[in-house]
């Protein structure tokens, strides 16, 4: 079935250092891909997308990567910050029968360490 | 704020209930879609609907319903409530135009505990 899945669920990185979060979809139909971060008790914040058409995406210190080829998606976090630490959702957006039907992987918790 | 708003935030109730939660779309986004998710897991999809129609359905028991209202509100019942429905209950809107996919704005959530 449908399933958009993330290699490591927790992800501990020095403050200052480059954070690198992956993940991977099954559905290669699939042609819109988001990155929400999730801190506690809060609902999902949008962070960079990306479409199908595209490999690589820049935002202000978040990278989003495409790799159709493999269907593999990653978010790169420059000069990661403590207020970075939170869970870190990949979504595919797969058009379904005339509508878009997102799908959300498990997450990954990103700690920052001092 | 993504201008998502959902009620109520917390809710406490007891196993064989029934609760309503509520979700007002951002202004001008016609689509709604509502989300579980249990502790410690992933956003779980289970209904989309759009301009009124239910859309897509994803992993939703039949022991919940929802609707969206001509105002484009939306309800999520939950009925004869399992200690297994306790968790986060999110509401998403998007603009859901013809052609490209868009950002899906969630809300803050509803948190259900069944005690």
């Known amino acids: 079935g449908e399933s958009v899945g993330l290699h490591l669920p927790t992800l501990s990185v020095q403050e200052g250092d480059n954070s690198i979060i992956n993940c991977a979809y099954s559905?290669?139909?699939?042609?819109?891909f988001i990155w929400y971060k999730q801190e506690s008790g809060k609902g999902p914040q949008f962070i960079i997308d990306?479409?199908?058409?595209?490999d690589k995406r820049q935002g202000q210190r978040v990278t989003v990567l495409l790799n159709k080829t493999v269907k593999h998606l990653s978010l790169q976090i420059a000069a990661t910050q403590p207020g970075d630490s939170a869970v870190y959702f990949c979504a595919e957006n797969s058009p379904t029968s005339g509508t878009y039907k997102y799908i959300f992987g498990t997450g990954t918790r990103l700690k920052v360490l001092a | 704020d993504s201008g998502v708003t959902q009620t109520p935030k917390h809710l406490i109730t007891a196993t064989g209930q029934r609760v309503t939660l509520r979700c007002s779309p951002r202004s001008g986004d016609l689509s709604v879609y509502w989300y579980q998710q249990s502790l410690d897991q992933g956003l779980q999809f289970l209904i989309q609907?759009?301009?009124?129609?239910?859309?897509a359905k994803g992993n939703i028991l039949e022991r919940f319903s929802a609707q969206q209202f001509p105002d484009l509100h939306s309800e999520l019942n939950l009925s004869s409530l399992e200690l297994g429905d306790s968790a986060l209950y999110f509401c998403a809107s998007s603009v859901q135009t013809s052609g490209a996919a868009g950002e899906l704005f969630f809300g803050e959530g509803s948190r259900l505990t069944v005690l």
């Open positions: 990306i479409r199908s058409n595209m």
């Open positions: 609907y759009y301009n009124g129609e239910e859309r």
């Open positions: 559905n290669s139909a699939s042609d819109y």
